[in-house]
C-alpha cells in the first residue's frame, strides 16, 4: 500500500513558479510510476505529468515546456516544477502511485494541493 501526501501548493502570480513535492509511504517507492494530476472547477480529472521507475519522463501538452517532473527514490518523493504559471493552471494538483502486475493496476491518490494563478 501506498500513501501521498502533497505539499507546496499556493498563491502565485501570473508568470510565477512553484514547486510541489509529494512524499510517498507504506510501500517500496521506487517500483511505482508516480504522475501529477489537477482538476480544475467543473472538469475532468487530468494529467499533467508523469515519470517512470526508472525516471523516464512524459507530459501533458499543457505544461510541456513549462512542467518538469522529478523523482528521488532515496527520499521517497516526487516533485513538479512549475515555471510560467497562468491564470488556466489554477487547480486542485494530485500526487499519483501506479504499478501494474498480471493485468492488474493498483492506483493511490494523495489529498490534493491547491494551486491559484492570480494577480
Known amino acids: 500500500q501506498v500513501q501521498l501526501v502533497e505539499s507546496g501548493g499556493g498563491l502565485v502570480q501570473p508568470g510565477g513558479s512553484l514547486r510541489l513535492s509529494c512524499a510517498a509511504s507504506?510501500?517500496?517507492?521506487?517500483?511505482?510510476?508516480m504522475g501529477w494530476y489537477r482538476q480544475a472547477p467543473g472538469s475532468q480529472r487530468e494529467l499533467v505529468a508523469s515519470m517512470t521507475t526508472v525516471g523516464s519522463p512524459n507530459y501533458a501538452d499543457s505544461g510541456k515546456g513549462r512542467f518538469t517532473i522529478s523523482r528521488d527514490n532515496a527520499k521517497n518523493t516526487v516533485y513538479l516544477q512549475m515555471n510560467s504559471l497562468k491564470p488556466e493552471d489554477t487547480a486542485v494538483y494530485y500526487c499519483?502511485?501506479?504499478?501494474?502486475?498480471?493485468?492488474?493496476?493498483?492506483?493511490?491518490w494523495g489529498q490534493g494541493t491547491q494551486i491559484t494563478v492570480s494577480s
Open positions: 499519483n502511485a501506479r504499478r501494474t502486475s498480471g493485468g492488474c493496476s493498483r492506483v493511490y
Open positions: 507504506g510501500s517500496i517507492f521506487s517500483t511505482y510510476v
